[in-house]
């Protein structure tokens, strides 16, 4: 069973939005920090966003303010709500849980 797989990317206008799943199938998801990672083409990934077990949330200060985590622990299901996209947000998105990652969802801000 693959432990991470990501869904909900496309291509979309500057200013858009898009909403990103994220299915886990680890049996300790509930106790599991969980994060948002993104690589763009010729760049290093990096951290988006993480939520930890009880909730708390952190982001990247490119994304805050336009980007929300959340999770929902009986689901196994972790998701980023992306808004106010700019073409510089265009990347590979990265589901994680401080042990697997996923094959990742593309994400395409067109200007």
């Known amino acids: 069973q693959v432990p991470l797989v990501e869904s909900g990317g496309g291509l979309v206008q500057a200013g858009g939005s898009l909403r990103l799943s994220c299915a886990a199938s680890g049996m300790f998801f509930r106790f599991n920090s969980m994060g948002w990672y993104r690589q763009a083409p010729g760049k290093q990934r990096e951290l988006v966003a993480t939520i930890a077990s009880g909730g708390d949330t952190n982001y990247a200060d490119s994304v805050k303010g336009r980007f929300t985590i959340s999770r929902d622990n009986a689901k196994k299901m972790v998701y980023l709500q992306m808004n106010s996209l700019k073409p510089e947000d265009t990347a590979v998105y990265y589901c994680?849980?401080?042990?697997?990652w996923g094959k990742g969802t593309l994400v395409t801000v067109s200007s």
């Open positions: 994680n849980d401080m042990t697997y």
